[in-house]
């Protein structure tokens, strides 16, 4: 019914760059609460940053002030920009998103993650 596509992922220098974007396709999907969350080898998937349908975000605080979450939920795109990136960074990012469809009221939707890599 609806897809999450995540890129922009790829390989930078600490302290270097970078800019996700998310998009979602398929039936129309009006979204409530968007997040990225990020899953690193041997540790669990955690909220990186959330954007919500009133315009509210929130940010893990170990990216606050280095990552900035932006996007319209009316257009069903967001993005992740992501500055002065630590090899701790380095991580599958996921697009996640939660609305309803004319079919189904509460639908929970992932993408299929994009690999961001930071070199020391």
């Known amino acids: 019914q609806v897809q999450l596509t995540e890129s922009g992922g790829g390989l930078v220098q600490a302290g270097g760059s970078l800019r996700l974007s998310c998009a979602a396709s398929g039936v129309t999907f009006a979204v409530n609460y968007m997040g990225w969350y990020r899953q690193a080898p041997g540790k669990q998937r955690e909220l990186v940053a959330s954007f919500r349908s009133g315009g509210s975000t929130d940010y893990a605080d170990s990216v606050k002030g280095r990552f900035t979450i932006s996007g319209d939920n009316r257009k069903n795109t967001w993005y992740l920009q992501m500055n002065i990136l630590k090899p701790e960074d380095a991580a599958v990012y996921y697009c996640?998103?939660?609305?309803?469809?004319?079919?189904?009221?509460?639908?929970?939707?992932w993408g299929q993650g994009t690999l961001v890599t930071v070199s020391s």
């Open positions: 996640y998103a939660r609305g309803g469809t004319t079919s189904c009221r509460d639908l929970e939707v």
